[in-house]
């Protein structure tokens, strides 16, 4: 089949090289002519594990291209996913200023070469429910004709940063939201090679599964939620929610992904679709309790080891002035450069703001924490500095935080990083990760804290 991506953010760019890797003719397009340029020469703009390999073949059998054209790739293509970012409006509700002026690029592209033939426009950016029909609007207006000329087709994404590539071309299950046969057929055999397993591709009207993709988000980030606060509970009444996880865990209807307490759920989805599900919801005049305790419980927990910190190193104002504090991780979850709402970049944050100087050290996430702290300095009377390895951080540090639970974190020489950190007294370790058990972390002279779990 013919493809076009419009868009090479996280989910266009996965997309269109896996659906190049499966034997498509892809072409991505985008506005950004330097993102263009790099990709062309063969240079991937985002890391994810796993992704280079098939972008590499792609390119090598021209399966894949790029370009900042849209009637280029629009011309041959049977399907064109819309992959375009939808940030967040002021109000939390999702903006689609991207999606709708593409999608009016495209209706006047369409009318003006009716030779171009039908086309199913895609949504592939998660954009609230109702998007679909904007988009079939927008190009309706042309004088196009949907059903006819064109199809809009609602078609959310559930990969995971980290391990995109294995979701997308291995899914759990695709969701096809149109009252299109035709668009339906077509989507169902492009769909048809990543589900040879046996798992299902759903079609429904576009509003079902536009909300499939916000209540799955949402769902999942309760779950965290759910969990951390059963940490917290567990913290004072001296009970271990890694124990409380297991023992749930095992119910299956309860399932045991997704169960992990920790300092708050970050990154690009979450957050925002949390965020725009409850704004949409009181648009409706309804109003979607849990999800505001959602989002509140979740600002907490990202700061929730600040008070002990400060309890365990602060002055008589509470304040960190002249303490080190080391912080092993950046990315909002490990396997990822994205730094985008990491509970990491909240710490930093307090602790710059209460006057500490911070060192720290992510695998991947660097150079994506020094251009978001550009963007949004840091306030504050402390220092952020980098260091070259977890060691290095770690080395002279009054307390040390792990932020990101990167495997390299799980089984470091605890006994060189006790050493080497400041004081004579016993270390302080707080765990957001609940990587480290608390018996030998005490055994090995440490003062450590984790999340619900008695140390
Ligand atoms: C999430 C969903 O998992 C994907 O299905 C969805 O497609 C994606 O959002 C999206 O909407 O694009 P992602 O944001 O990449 O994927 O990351 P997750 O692996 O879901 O982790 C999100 C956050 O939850 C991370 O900060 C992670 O540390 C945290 N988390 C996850 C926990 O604190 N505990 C857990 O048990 C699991």
């Not at 997309?15 to 263009?36: L, P, Q, Y």
């Not at 004088?143 to 959310?156: I, Q, R, W, Y």
């Not at 952020?384 to 974190?409: I, K, Q, R």
């Not at 950190?421 to 608390?438: H, I, K, S, T």
Request: hydrophobic share 40%; net charge negative.
């Amino acid at each position: 089949m013919n493809i076009a991506v419009v868009g090479t953010g996280y989910v266009g760019l996965v997309s269109g090289v896996c659906f190049a890797e499966m034997g498509n003719e892809v072409t991505c397009v985008d506005i950004d002519a330097r993102k263009v340029e790099s990709l062309r020469d063969g240079r991937l703009t985002i890391y994810e594990p796993g992704l280079e390999v098939y972008f590499d073949r792609g390119r090598r059998e021209n399966r894949l291209r790029f370009t900042t054209d849209l009637a280029e790739a629009l011309a041959p293509a049977d399907v064109v996913f819309l992959a375009l970012p939808t940030p967040p409006a002021e109000d939390g509700s999702a903006d689609l200023q991207y999606v709708l002026g593409v999608a009016d690029d495209i209706g006047e592209l369409l009318a003006a070469h009716p030779d171009w033939g039908y086309k199913v426009l895609v949504d592939k950016s998660t954009v609230p429910v109702g998007t679909a029909r904007r988009v079939t609007a927008a190009v309706g207006a042309y004088g196009l004709e949907a059903g006819k000329h064109f199809d809009v087709v609602s078609n959310p994404e559930f990969l995971r940063e980290g391990v995109a590539v294995d979701d997308f071309m291995k899914p759990e299950r695709v969701v096809v939201g149109t009252d299109s046969e035709r668009a339906a057929e077509l989507m169902t055999r492009l769909y048809e090679p990543f589900v040879r397993s046996g798992n299902p591709i759903l079609v429904m009207d576009e509003a079902s599964a536009e909300m499939t993709k916000y209540a799955a988000n949402a769902m999942l980030a309760t779950k965290i939620t759910f969990m951390n606060e059963v940490a917290n509970l567990c913290d004072r009444v001296g009970a271990d929610v890694d124990k409380v996880r297991r023992g749930i865990g095992t119910d299956s209807r309860i399932g045991p992904k997704f169960l992990y307490a920790g300092i708050g759920f970050g990154g690009s989805c979450f957050p925002k679709d949390v965020q725009a599900l409850h704004r949409t919801a009181r648009e409706e005049g309804y109003s979607f309790e849990i999800l505001d305790a959602v989002l509140r419980v979740n600002d907490e927990q990202r700061k929730s080891m600040v008070p002990h910190i400060v309890d365990a190193l602060g002055d008589n104002d509470g304040r960190l002035d002249g303490k080190t504090i080391a912080v092993w991780g950046l990315a909002f979850k490990p396997h990822t450069d994205d730094v985008r709402e990491a509970p990491a970049h909240v710490l930093i944050r307090e602790f710059v703001g209460l006057g500490a100087d911070v060192v720290a050290f992510d695998p991947e996430a660097v150079e994506t924490t020094r251009a978001a702290f550009e963007r949004e300095p840091l306030g504050g009377t402390g220092s952020l500095s980098y260091a070259e390895t977890a060691y290095d951080a770690a080395a002279g540090a009054d307390a040390l935080v792990v932020a990101t639970e990167w495997p390299e974190f799980r089984r470091p020489d605890l006994a060189r990083v006790r050493q080497s950190m400041a004081g004579d007294g016993a270390p302080l370790v707080f765990d957001g990760r609940n990587v480290f058990d608390p018996k030998h972390m005490a055994g090995l002279g440490f003062t450590y804290r984790s999340v619900g779990r008695p140390s």
